[in-house]
């Protein structure tokens, strides 16, 4: 396809300059005819020949015609107009005149030249004919004396008109022979180009446009002969899967020129510690991979994977040097994946498969490592695809539950509210709980969709609620990639619209690692979510970043103590301090605050005593389905 395009692109170059020749040699030669034609003219009339003036001022006229027709862009209709009348001219003029011995003959050999040079093939086969045909028609009626033809004396007119038809002739015979040298040499030059532009097209088959290096296609094919070398001398070869850490961030902060810029000189780097028997290759993206052959090695101890750690961790390190990029200094590192020939496989896709998954490994040890694969990392990629399938017919199937568990307020033991938690039916494994699946969903974007259609179906639920008598909220929690998807405030306007749940009884929780996101799209989400009229609060409160500089900057409600600091609370001061100091300040800054996790009555009035709102756990209930919440609910406030 891109070699069609370049082809194209020559092509219409080349056609649009010999264009552009042509409508110089049409000017030229137009200019020369009208010159002979005036001299001409000037003739007749000097002399009389009024037949001979009339016919060269039709000539004349035909030419200017000509010019206007190339002017408006239709050279090959002037050129037509022109030559075919001019010959219909001439013949007119030796009919009436001279016949063979009058000197507008030799106007029929310069009007074939002008003809050859820029007419087609074909309308220079009909001059020919019409000019043979003149020339018989002559010949046989003075042969059979229809008509007598008779010489003029020849004089200073007859030298004037043959010498300008013979400067025509000669200036186009020059021009052309200039025009084919031009022609070749232009046609050598489009020829050098077009090799140029196949070796670069050639060179881009097998390389990567933007580093130089081996694309997948070429590397593919040389690991696969790296790999039958390695076989027939029975030594190991070596495939490192190498990943630039926090590129995306580098890449949207900066752009993508800058992001550009920076894998070049990643490339140029890792090029630096390539040998000549090694072949480096940019897979993709941020990504590369390379094959090292031949590395010190025996057989008999094929996991000593020494050499090929060496080689990573030397990777590492040229690219952990500082990168000087759009005028900053940049750190980024490498998280390297690492398998085998023949331990991990035998063919290339395998290898850079294995490697590839060593690498997540890699990334989710903390990044700037490297992780040599072990087999149960592919068993543990095969049973993440098979819950990434199978969860995807799961939305279709309407195989996903949502249980809830009661909110109670602690002062006057009051049901508030439920918490939806989310649970798959799976056909052959049964519930699953959300830590069997949740990861699955949030890296395959499958979050979103799912998250979608919990908020909708709480709101459903509250809403069903209320039509039995129960005013009670409903707690959902949010993913950090539902935020980031942007149209987390039109779901959830468009979820409130067609449930008619009031809005403050649809609460959303976050976890504290979103709140660290300090982008103004996202504070101006928060404050677009709170004014509609919905709460936010901040889930498992304590377990992460705890800062006070957030609750006031994003407003939210309330705050969830996480179960770790509320189970053992009777009997754990440290924990009781840490739940005693959250309350407090809790409530200092105007928010309410929720313990999860209470299993214990015990528990129950500590936290009563504390000043703690609300509360949710075993104690209460268990996670309920839909319709069996709705009992519990009906007899908890028939208890109340």
Not at 388 to 408: G, K, M, V
Request: proline content about 2%; overall charge neutral; aromatic content about 6%.
């Amino acid at each position: 396809m891109e070699m069609a395009e370049i082809k194209g692109g020559l092509d219409k170059d080349f056609f649009t300059r010999m264009q552009d020749r042509q409508n110089r040699r049409l000017r030229l030669i137009g200019n020369l005819v009208i010159l002979v034609l005036l001299t001409i003219e000037l003739r007749t009339l000097l002399i009389g020949a009024w037949n001979d003036s009339i016919l060269v001022a039709a000539a004349l006229a035909t030419v200017l015609v000509a010019r206007k027709l190339t002017a408006r862009g239709k050279p090959e209709y002037a050129v037509s107009v022109a030559l075919m009348t001019l010959t219909l001219l001439v013949s007119c003029s030796m009919w009436l005149e001279q016949g063979l011995y009058s000197g507008a003959l030799i106007a029929f050999p310069t009007v074939l030249v002008v003809a050859g040079v820029i007419a087609s093939e074909r309308l220079f086969w009909a001059l020919l004919t019409i000019m043979l045909a003149t020339v018989a028609l002559i010949s046989f009626s003075a042969y059979f004396g229809y008509r007598a033809f008779q010489p003029l004396p020849i004089g200073v007119g007859r030298w004037a008109v043959v010498s300008s038809i013979l400067m025509v002739s000669a200036g186009t015979i020059v021009w052309m022979m200039r025009e084919m040298r031009n022609m070749q040499s232009s046609l050598e030059r489009e020829g050098k180009r077009l090799r140029c532009s196949q070796a670069k097209i050639t060179h881009l088959v097998g390389h990567d446009a933007l580093t130089g290096l081996a694309n997948r296609t070429a590397f593919s094919s040389h690991v696969t002969q790296m790999i039958e070398a390695a076989r027939t001398q029975q030594r190991p070869l070596a495939l490192l899967y190498m990943d630039v850490d926090n590129f995306k961030t580098i890449n949207d902060s900066l752009g993508h020129t800058a992001g550009d810029e920076l894998i070049r000189s990643v490339a140029g780097r890792l090029k630096q510690v390539v040998r000549d028997a090694d072949t480096l290759c940019r897979h993709g993206g941020d990504e590369f991979v390379m094959a090292l052959a031949n590395f010190v090695m025996a057989l008999a101890n094929i996991d000593d994977v020494h050499t090929a750690v060496a080689v990573a961790q030397r990777m590492q390190e040229v690219v952990s040097q500082p990168f000087e990029l759009s005028s900053k200094q940049l750190l980024t590192s490498l998280s390297v994946g690492i398998s085998l020939f023949p331990n991990d496989g035998h063919d290339a896709d395998t290898l850079v498969q294995k490697s590839e998954l060593a690498m997540l490994q890699a990334k989710k040890a903390g990044r700037n490592t490297h992780f040599v694969h072990q087999e149960d990392l592919s068993a543990d990629s095969h049973q993440r695809l098979d819950i990434e399938q199978a969860l995807r017919q799961a939305i279709s199937r309407d195989e996903l539950r949502l249980y809830y568990q009661p909110i109670i307020a602690l002062k006057g033991e009051r049901l508030v509210g439920a918490e939806a938690l989310l649970r798959w039916q799976h056909p052959e494994q049964g519930l699953l709980s959300p830590d069997r699946f949740m990861d699955v969903a949030e890296q395959s974007g499958l979050i979103a969709e799912i998250g979608e259609w919990v908020i909708r179906r709480a709101c459903e639920d509250a809403m069903r609620w209320q039509q039995h008598g129960l005013r009670l909220g409903v707690s959902v929690n949010l993913s950090a990639i539902q935020i980031r998807r942007n149209n987390l405030q039109s779901v959830i306007v468009d979820v409130l619209n067609e449930s008619g749940l009031e809005p403050e009884l649809l609460e959303l929780e976050l976890t504290e690692s979103m709140l660290l996101e300090k982008s103004d799209a996202f504070l101006q989400l928060l404050k677009n979510l709170k004014k509609l009229g919905v709460s936010l609060a901040i889930d498992d409160f304590g377990t992460g970043y705890s800062n006070l500089s957030y609750l006031q900057r994003f407003n939210v409600d309330r705050l969830k103590v996480d179960k770790s600091f509320v189970l053992d609370l009777s009997s754990n001061e440290q924990n009781r301090a840490i739940v005693t100091a959250v309350i407090q300040m809790a409530h200092s800054l105007k928010l309410q605050v929720t313990a999860e996790g209470i299993e214990h009555q015990l528990v129950q009035r500590i936290l009563t005593s504390l000043g703690c709102d609300h509360a949710q756990g075993y104690l209460f209930s268990r996670p309920l389905e839909p319709d069996a919440f709705l009992g519990y609910a009906r007899s908890y406030s028939e208890r109340a």
